[in-house]
């Protein structure tokens, strides 16, 4: 079956700084789609970045990217000059077909 | 905002009783999902409908059941309820029904009492 694992509970990082939160999974599969969500303290999920698993490019949106290694079965976010409004639960999600599997999330804190 | 509504934003209910969520899609989303999200079980991925037709299935209950009608918007129905059902429930919805960006709602919070 496949699962998403977030090993990181919490993380903190200093404003400006760059941060990398990480993400496992285990699938048989060889064509899904991953995604990390940012959840802020008002509860709505936002899409923060997807990756194709069939693209060998990792995505990138803005001072967020992906480091998607496909043999490893990872794919960590970095967050580039961390701000305030970054603050927030961040889920890693899985799909293939009818199968979206959330992991249990990393809560990051910003210092100003 | 992300143009998907749900109501009500909050419900109180107890044990044994039978509650609607309804969920209402950004304009032309032919998709909507639920979703479950608690302490103890997070974010979990319920049940996906596209133009009136289910077309995926996550970790439902029996207890639990959903339809999208005509003009696009989902109803999930919660019956027989226990406090393991207390719960932020959320919508999504998306164009088609495969990978595309999902709209999520601002989520129904229940509490069963």
């Known amino acids: 079956a496949q699962t998403v694992t977030q090993s990181q509970p919490e993380m903190s990082v200093q404003e400006a700084e760059t941060v990398t939160l990480s993400c496992t999974y285990d699938t048989s599969e060889s064509d899904y789609y991953l995604f990390w969500y940012k959840q802020p303290p008002s509860r709505q999920m936002i899409l923060v970045i997807r990756q194709e698993a069939y693209k060998q490019q990792n995505a990138t949106e803005n001072r967020f990217s992906v480091n998607f290694q496909k043999a490893a079965k990872s794919f960590s976010l970095k967050i580039s000059d961390s701000q305030l409004g970054d603050a927030a639960m961040y889920f890693c999600a899985y799909r293939r077909d009818d199968k979206i599997i959330f992991g249990k999330g990393t809560r990051l804190h910003i210092l100003p | 905002d992300s143009g998907v509504t749900q109501t009500p934003k909050h419900l109180i209910t107890a044990t044994g009783q039978r509650v609607t969520l309804r969920c209402s899609p950004r304009?032309?989303?032919?998709?909507v999902y639920w979703y479950q999200q608690s302490l103890d079980q997070g974010l979990q991925f319920l049940i996906q409908y596209y133009n009136g037709e289910e077309r995926a299935k996550g970790n439902i209950l029996e207890r639990f059941s959903a339809q999208q009608f005509p003009d696009l918007h989902s109803e999930l129905n919660l019956s027989s309820l226990e406090l393991g059902d207390s719960a932020l429930y959320f919508c999504?919805?998306?164009?088609?029904?495969?990978?595309?960006?999902?709209?999520f709602g601002p989520g129904t919070r229940l509490l069963v009492l």
């Open positions: 304009s032309g989303d032919l998709s």
């Open positions: 999504a919805s998306s164009v088609g029904s495969e990978i595309e960006t999902q709209y």
